[in-house]
């Protein structure tokens, strides 16, 4: 396995489109997170799935987001409606079943909300 | 609240000159503290798990160690290579979700 991929690595919108971001975890890991960072900051946490059920979202998400996980595979985050707010670096993160702390992320998406 | 403070927020050190960076953390029942290394434009990459006091962890030039209320990360005789932010990470013991805490992390620049 080659790890946790994202899709695309960078994304340039204007304000006011709909954006959506793919993840593709680990495969034997049923645990996946999403996660924002901004420069200078630790990554906070947004959405949490166990195999394909949401379990757990940040108070901090608006109804604007939403993540899916269909088939407990592969994520897709998408953000409605986006605001020069929204700007940042987008992390998912898979982990084992008998290990959730010890999390794999990804490379990222990169947005830019001009 | 769950608190995670590293520091210090940056640090330069010279090749060999080994130093120590700092997690202190508030949280009710610490189920895991975790460190993490990340280069700039990537996404981290997981280091250290620490469940308990007294616990410590070695991988090359790192090691880490935990007490009840904050964790180093000594690096000896770093090299340019080492120069990342590295992350530490907390971990409630109750609940199922097992949402880790992050701080804001320590900078770190190793000049040749």
């Known amino acids: 396995d080659t790890g946790v991929s994202q899709n695309p690595r960078h994304k340039i919108t204007k304000r006011g489109q709909n954006v959506t971001f793919r993840c593709d975890p680990i495969?034997?890991?049923?645990?996946l997170y999403w996660y924002r960072q901004t420069l200078g900051q630790g990554p906070e946490f947004l959405t949490y799935f166990q195999n394909e059920a949401q379990l757990e979202k940040s108070r901090l998400l608006s109804d604007r987001f939403s993540a899916e996980r269909p088939k407990g595979s592969f994520s897709t985050l998408e953000i409605q409606r986006t605001e020069q707010g929204d700007s940042a670096m987008y992390l998912c993160?898979?982990?084992?079943?008998?290990?959730?702390?010890?999390?794999?992320f990804g490379p990222g998406t990169r947005l830019t909300v001009t | 609240e769950d608190q995670v403070t590293q520091s210090p927020e940056a640090l330069r050190l010279q090749e060999g000159e080994s130093s120590s960076l700092n997690c202190s953390y508030t949280?009710?029942?610490?189920?895991?503290l975790f460190w993490y290394r990340q280069d700039p434009g990537k996404g981290p990459e997981f280091l250290f798990t620490?469940?308990?006091a007294g616990e410590e962890k070695e991988k090359e030039r790192l090691k880490a160690t935990l007490t009840k209320k904050e964790s180093f990360l000594h690096i000896t005789a770093p090299k340019p290579e080492d120069s990342a932010t590295y992350l530490c990470a907390v971990q409630k013991g109750s609940g199922g979700s097992y949402i880790p805490t992050f701080g804001r992390g320590t900078s770190l620049i190793v000049h040749p």
């Open positions: 495969s034997e890991h049923n645990r």
């Open positions: 949280v009710s029942g610490l189920r895991g």
């Open positions: 620490l469940y308990s």
């Open positions: 993160a898979s982990s084992a079943w008998e290990e959730p702390g010890e999390q794999y």
